[in-house]
C-alpha cells in the first residue's frame, strides 16, 4: 500500500498534478512506473503533480491518461464544458436494456426454452458477434431474451446434471453479456456479470466454462489497474492448474482456454512491464496453439494460431516496445482472423505500436482499417479514441485532417 501523501485538503479547486496525483495512488501505481509508461522521469512526474512545472500539452495529458486508466478526461484536467470519455464510452444505445434484463430475475411461472435450444441460440449469439461490423448492436438485442431465459432454465431443473448442464449455458450467456459491457459505462455492471459468470461455471462443473470464467474476470482485475494484477495472475494460474490435469483428453475448446490463459499471464505481466516473464508466456500460449487444427478458432476467447501474431503485437505494444510492436504486425496476418471485431482490435494494437514507433501517419491509416472492419470496436476502444484525438491536434495539417475526419466517424466529434 503506498505511503506517499495525497493532495493537501483545498476549498479551491484541483490542480492538474493533485489530480494525477490522486488518481495515481488511487491505482496503486509509483512514481517510478508512471514516468516509464509516459516516457519521463520520476522526478518529472513529481514536479508535475507538486505544481512545480506547468500542466503538460494535450499529447501528454492524453499518455497521462491512458496510463491511468482515467474513464473521463475532466478526472483529469477538471470540470471542462466538454467531457471526453476515453476508455469508457457514454452508452450503448442498448445498455439500458441489456442492464435491465440482469437486475431482474424472472420469479414468475414460465416455459422455459429446452437446452438445446437455448444452445442452438448462444452459437448463434457467438457467430453473430464475429461476423457483424455493428457486433454490439447485434448481440444487444440478442441479450435480454438470452439472459431471461437462461435464468428460467436453471430455476426449472430438476435433476443434478440438468443443473449443471443449465448452469453452464447460464455461465457463457453472462459471458457473451460482458463483451457487450466491455468500455461501457457501468464498471459495476461488469463486476457483476463477471462474478455471477464465475459463480454460474463453478455449479456447471464443467471446465471450459470455468476457464472461460476465469479468463474474463482476469481481464476485469487487470483493466483495473495495478492494484489487481496479483489477482489477476492468481486467476489465471488457478485456473491452468485446474485445467492441466484434464488436457490430454480435453476437446479442442478446453485446450484452446488454457492457451488462452497462459496469453492473460503474459498480457498482465506485459503491463507490468515484465519482459521476460510476458514473452515466456505468450511462447507457452503458442505452443498450445501450434497444437490446435489449423483452421480452429475459439468462439468466445478468439484463442486459435491465427490470434498468436496479434498476440505478439499487444505484447510488444503493453511492454512499449514501438519497434518490436511494428516488426511483429508485419509478420502477423490480421486478415487471417475470422473474426471482425477481433480483426479490429488487433488493427488498433498495430496502431498504438505504429505511434509508440514515430509513424503517425501509419497509426491513422491503421485505425482507418479498424473502423472499416468494425465501427462499433473502434468507436468504444480507449486507446483509439485517445490516438485520434492527440493527431487531431497534430502539427502536420493533413494529420490533423485526417484525424478529425475519423473523430467524426467514431462520434469524437460532430460533423
Known amino acids: ?24 495512488t488511487r491505482r496503486g501505481m509509483s512514481r517510478p512506473l508512471l514516468a516509464g509508461l509516459v516516457g519521463r522521469s520520476p522526478s518529472w512526474v513529481k ?88 457486433h454490439r448492436e447485434v448481440i444487444g438485442r440478442m441479450l435480454p431474451g438470452l439472459i431471461h431465459d437462461a435464468q428460467l432454465l436453471v430455476r426449472h431443473t430438476e435433476t443434478g446434471a440438468d443443473r449443471r448442464s443449465a448452469q453452464a449455458l447460464l455461465a457463457e450467456t453472462y459471458q457473451l453479456a460482458q463483451f457487450f459491457l466491455a468500455y461501457q459505462p457501468d464498471s459495476a455492471l461488469v463486476w457483476r456479470v463477471s462474478e455471477r459468470g464465475m459463480v454460474a461455471a463453478q455449479e456447471s462443473e464443467d471446465p471450459h466454462a470455468i476457464g472461460v470464467a476465469a479468463w474474463l474476470m482476469a481481464q476485469a482485475h487487470r483493466d483495473t489497474g495495478p492494484s489487481h494484477y496479483e489477482a489477476a495472475d492468481r486467476l489465471t494460474r488457478d485456473a491452468v492448474r485446474f485445467l492441466e490435469p484434464r488436457l490430454s483428453d480435453a476437446s479442442n475448446d478446453v485446450r484452446a482456454i488454457a492457451g488462452a490463459l497462459s496469453f492473460e499471464t503474459g498480457y498482465t505481466a506485459a503491463r507490468r512491464g515484465d519482459t521476460g516473464s510476458a514473452w515466456r508466456h505468450w511462447d507457452l500460449a503458442r505452443q498450445v496453439a501450434d497444437r490446435l487444427p489449423a483452421d480452429y478458432f475459439h468462439p468466445i476467447t478468439s484463442f486459435s494460431q491465427a490470434i498468436m501474431g496479434a498476440h505478439a503485437v499487444t505484447i510488444a ?99
Open 1 to 24: 500500500m503506498s505511503t506517499e501523501p495525497g493532495p493537501a485538503l483545498s476549498t479551491d479547486p484541483l490542480s492538474f498534478g493533485q489530480r494525477m496525483q490522486l488518481l495515481r
Open 47 to 134: 514536479q508535475v503533480e507538486a505544481g512545480k512545472l506547468h500542466t503538460p500539452r494535450l499529447p501528454m495529458i492524453l499518455r497521462i491518461a491512458e496510463a491511468l486508466r482515467v474513464r473521463d478526461l475532466s478526472e483529469l484536467v477538471g470540470e471542462h464544458p466538454t467531457h471526453t470519455a476515453l476508455f469508457i464510452g457514454p452508452g450503448h444505445q442498448r445498455l439500458g436494456a441489456v442492464a435491465d434484463a440482469l437486475n431482474t430475475f424472472p420469479v414468475e411461472g414460465g416455459e422455459p426454452p429446452s437446452k438445446a435450444h437455448l444452445r442452438a441460440r448462444l452459437a448463434r449469439s457467438w457467430s453473430a458477434r464475429h461476423s457483424s461490423s455493428h
Open 317 to 415: 505494444v503493453e511492454l512499449h516496445a514501438g519497434g518490436e510492436a511494428v516488426r511483429q504486425a508485419t509478420r502477423a496476418s490480421g486478415e487471417a482472423i475470422p473474426s471482425k471485431p477481433r480483426r479490429a482490435r488487433h488493427r488498433i494494437e498495430e496502431a498504438r505500436g505504429y505511434q509508440l514507433d514515430g509513424q503517425p501517419e501509419a497509426a491513422l491509416a491503421t485505425l482507418e482499417r479498424a473502423h472499416e472492419a468494425a465501427p462499433e470496436t473502434i468507436r468504444w476502444n480507449g486507446f483509439a479514441r485517445r490516438i485520434v484525438l492527440e493527431e487531431a491536434e497534430a502539427k502536420s495539417p493533413s494529420r490533423r485532417e485526417r484525424a478529425a475526419t475519423l473523430a467524426v466517424k467514431i462520434g469524437l466529434l460532430t460533423p
